[in-house]
């Protein structure tokens, strides 16, 4: 493609700054609905989106409009989640709160690590490295290409993280084509593969965060151990209550507060609990 047909496709990869103010707006009044809910003109503009994207022969990087955070979009980031980033809607009550939250010197784990887009925000935050915990082995790509985008560094540890009473070295995950709802659930949809485990207090242990960010679609339930470490001053998690309800969220979060944390905040689906 000629270079000014290439210029010509880069400056199509964008949204209109007011699509982004309406849609901050939209966020704000959303609550503890946390899902984006596509209007038709949502959808065009996907469609749009899509087909700029076809037209380029490498992986643009996109540009938060809210946080200093970047976003490379290889075969496994789909246009609707381009999208989504543009308008400042992918994962922003995360990204929020780990601005909020983190502090330089915090030592960070995240389980789940997703495209890498709120570790990289958390290693940005932190200013260390930081561990990811992503069984999902065709992400791991993406995720580095995102560190990489972001001039952060990350160690990618290739297993799900599961209870301390799990029996058996491997367990399936349940891939989908958006990888957002790749999940380990036993009921969930999706194609199974499987993949070595990592014990949670092991885990723990051997990293010893300050920082712990769970986004594990529905696999926090029964997780954390009885003990959680002392230095371990911070949890960042997505609860999926319309998934797990309302009874296995309680036991969650009773079981964080046991152990000496308060709730500090809760946006959209995702609760933070804190030390003093």
Known sequence: M???SLDQARRKIQVESWRIEERQEAIAQRGLDGWPKDSPEDLEEIERLRLCLRDLPDPPVLLHPIHPIKLRVDVNISPTMAYYFLLGDYEESDLELIEAFICPGDRVVECGGGAGITGAFAAHCSGNSIVLVEPSESMHSTILGNFEA???????????VVPDGFEGDHLNIHINEEYW????RT?????????PVIRISELLRREQPTVLLMDIEGAE???LPKSLPADLRLIIAELHTPD???EATAEIVNSIVSQGFKLKRIKAQ?????RD
Do not use: H, M, Q, Y
């Open 221 to 223: 339930v029964g997780l």
């Open 244 to 246: 797990i309800g309302d």
């Open 181 to 184: 709802w790749t999940t380990t």
């Open 2 to 4: 000629p270079t000014s």
């Open 150 to 160: 972001n001039g952060e560094p990350c160690k990618i540890i290739g297993a799900a």
């Open 270 to 274: 995702t609760w933070v609990f804190g």
């Open 187 to 195: 009921n969930a949809r999706g194609r199974p593969e499987p993949v």
